[in-house]
Every structure is written in structure tokens, then in C-alpha cells.
């Protein structure tokens, strides 16, 4: 097929608007491109790695015994304790203005109060337990010394990156798809189309390739920007980034063609959208672990197209995993991405 009879064809033109359309759009530009960046940039100086916060105590006032207290926890940095009445203490803990409320009973004995589901409550009781124990006379028979490392990979910038740009190509897919085919369908320009020498697949064909042309933009640019800006490390091969991303790309945009297959307005398309979405947003991993979750819920979970993204890219960027060991993610994603094209080219309307 010679170059003239390419730019001929059907397939052709339709993914040329496509893309065409995409930059005639500053909007979609800046939330496409340049949005994901500014989050990571955001939550990357927020969630970074730093001295350890100083767990802010109360101890309840009891004279001589308090103070004791009060010097045995004053040698340990970690900690920083106020001495106040027992109903200021009380408050200060409801509040979360201090961890832990310790009350001397006697010179060998007190009693520690806190939120049992609270984790600074439990290292606050640690820490000054240890240092009341030590100032008592306690001695450790094993002597330990610690070492401190910080390796590029286990930071939360390196967990949040790649669930950052699943959650661009999720939402470039099903959004850069959903709304040009309804706006067309609203605007009666759908029907002038069947006119046209193009076949329904050949329409919907062209925005998923049209969606690979902008998987460039963003895996050069948030991968790049994450490697330049904060050390995230990519310990895998950029060609398994780039098969992992085309892949999720179609899935995520035969979703998009799905939920606009037969809706007629840009509410319809918004509300089925952000409830398709909003769910894998929380429970697919992108934050924080999906692990949190009950283990009920993790087959649900692993069948979700975003979690089996967000894995496929944590493996391959910071394990260094290869694209044979990621078989489970990329057949959840071709599965999403071969029933939801079947039935959007079944259910499309096109007035």
C-alpha cells in the first residue's frame, strides 16, 4: 500500500482528527500533559523523605513523680512532653494534639493512655517506656547499632509514580473518548458519518489509535520528569514500559468507547464515567497499597483494569521485572480491552 492510498483511508483520516481535535484544546492539553506533573511534583515534596516528626506527649501533674518523668523522656529526641492537669491531658488526647497521656502513680509505677488504633499511640508508648525504663536503671544485654540507608525505590514518590501515570493513560482513554463521540452524537454529525465511506470499527478503531499517539507524551514526560526531578528509579526495560502502557491505553479507551456507545449527553457521560473510575481510583492502589483492602474483596480488586496497570508498572519500573512475568496483568487488561470493543461496536448508536 503506497503513501497516497494510506492517507486515503478511512482508518486514517478519522485518527488524523482525532488528534488534531486533542490539541485544538488547551483544556485537554494542560490536564492531559501537564497536570500529572504538578501532582506528582506536589505529593512527591509532601510524602518526602525526612528526620522522623518529635511525638508530642502529655504527663499528667503529680509533682516530683512527673518531673522524673518529664527528664527520663527529655533525653529522648523523638519525644516532646508537656506537663498538665489530667482533664487538659484528656483533651489534648481527644484532639490529637498529643499521642499519649502518661500518669506517674509512683516512683515504680505508671500508667499509659492512648488510642489503641493509633500508630503514633503505640510509638509514643514505646519511646517513653524505653526511657523511663532506662532512667529506672534498665540496662539492654544485647548492644545494637543501626544503620540508616535510603534506597531510590522505596519512597513514596517511587510507589506513587507509577500508579500516577496508569491513572493519566485510565483517565486520557475513557475521558479523550467519551466526550468527542457524544458531543458528535449531540451535534447530529454521527449520522452524516454513516454516510461516509468508513465501517463502525473503523470509527471506533480510530480513537483507540489515536490514543496510542499520546502515550509519547505521556510516558517521555511523566517518566522523565519523575527520573529528573526526584531519582525515580525505571530498573526495567523502556520496551516493556511502552507494551504495558499500549496495552492499558486500549483498554482504558475501549471502556471510554463502551460507556459512550449509547449515551447522548455530556451529564449522562460524566456521571457513568467518575462511577466507573472513581472506584478503581480508591481501591486499585494508586496512593496507597491495595493490600490495605480485606482479602474478601482482593479478586475483585485484581480484576479491576487500573490495578493490573499500576502492578505491571511497579514491577517493571522498580523490580526490573521482565514482560514474561507480567502474563496475569496484561491478559486482565486484553480481556477489558476485548469485551468492552466487541460490545461497543454491538451497542454503538449513531444518532
Not at 149 to 156: C, F, K, M, Q
Not at 312 to 323: D, I, K, Q
Amino acid at each position: 500500500m503506497n503513501n497516497s492510498s494510506i492517507a486515503g483511508h478511512p482508518l486514517y483520516q478519522l485518527t488524523k482528527i482525532r488528534f488534531l481535535e486533542f490539541w485544538r484544546e488547551p483544556e485537554a492539553v494542560f490536564w492531559t500533559l501537564f497536570f500529572p506533573i504538578l501532582l506528582a511534583t506536589g505529593l512527591g515534596i509532601a510524602f518526602r523523605n525526612h528526620a522522623p516528626d518529635v511525638i508530642k506527649i502529655a504527663i499528667v501533674e503529680s509533682g516530683s513523680k512527673s518531673q522524673s518523668v518529664a527528664s527520663a523522656v527529655a533525653k529522648n529526641p523523638g519525644l516532646s512532653a508537656v506537663i498538665c492537669d489530667e482533664q487538659t491531658a484528656q483533651r489534648a488526647l481527644a484532639t490529637g494534639k498529643v499521642a499519649l497521656i502518661v500518669i506517674p502513680l509512683s516512683s515504680d509505677q505508671v500508667v499509659y493512655r492512648f488510642d489503641d488504633t493509633n500508630p503514633d499511640g503505640h510509638a509514643a508508648r514505646a519511646l517513653t517506656d524505653d526511657s523511663v525504663q532506662r532512667a529506672a536503671g534498665r540496662s539492654d544485654p544485647v548492644q545494637a547499632t543501626n544503620q540508616f540507608e535510603t534506597e531510590a525505590g522505596s519512597r513514596y514518590i517511587d510507589f506513587l509514580l507509577p500508579g500516577l501515570l496508569a491513572m493519566n493513560i485510565m483517565g486520557n482513554g475513557i475521558w479523550g473518548v467519551c466526550f468527542p463521540i457524544i458531543d458528535a452524537r449531540r451535534k447530529k454529525l454521527l449520522k452524516r458519518m454513516v454516510a461516509s465511506p468508513m465501517s463502525r470499527t473503523q470509527y471506533l478503531a480510530s480513537f483507540l489509535l489515536s490514543r496510542l499517539l499520546f502515550l509519547v507524551f505521556d510516558i517521555s514526560i511523566l517518566v522523565g520528569f519523575g527520573h529528573l526531578a526526584f531519582g525515580v528509579p525505571v530498573r526495567g526495560t523502556l520496551a516493556a514500559i511502552v507494551l504495558i502502557c499500549i496495552v492499558a491505553a486500549l483498554s482504558f479507551s475501549a471502556v471510554g468507547l463502551l460507556i459512550s456507545a449509547r449515551l447522548s449527553t455530556n451529564e449522562a457521560a460524566s456521571g457513568v464515567a467518575n462511577a466507573v473510575m472513581l472506584p478503581m481510583w480508591i481501591l486499585s492502589g494508586v496512593f496507597f497499597s491495595a493490600r490495605r483492602f480485606p482479602d474478601v474483596v482482593q479478586p475483585i480488586i485484581h480484576a479491576l483494569p487500573l490495578t493490573a496497570a499500576v502492578d505491571a508498572l511497579r514491577s517493571v519500573m522498580l523490580e526490573g521485572a521482565p514482560v514474561v512475568s507480567l502474563g496475569s496483568e496484561l491478559a486482565v487488561l486484553g480481556a477489558w480491552l476485548a469485551v468492552s470493543f466487541v460490545l461497543a461496536v454491538q451497542l454503538f448508536r449513531w444518532r
